[in-house]
């Protein structure tokens, strides 16, 4: 989290909270904060790397919005714990 607000693009395993924080980047609509793999295998990491990196090489104008996207992003203890909140409200009143 502290990286994506200094510019760098994240290639996370899709777990946790990264799952969530990490908005996995969509070509075709130019928008996402980063590159997600859904399995612990390395086949899977290399094939996000490379999404990555093509992106950089190929697109660079979409990468430097990647990199702004994270920046700009609100990943404040205070949104984190309202959305925890809302969870929580909606858990009670589903029963």
Known sequence: LYAMRYGTVPVVHAVGGLRETV????PHTKEGTGWQFDEAKTNKFQEAMGWAL?????D???FQK???SGMTQDLSWG???ER???KLIEAKYSW
Do not use: F, V
């Open 23 to 26: 908005k996995p980047y969509n």
């Open 79 to 81: 949104l984190a714990a």
């Open 84 to 86: 925890y909140e809302e």
């Open 54 to 58: 093509d992106t950089y090489r190929e």
């Open 60 to 62: 660079r104008d979409s």
């Open 66 to 68: 990647i990199q702004l």
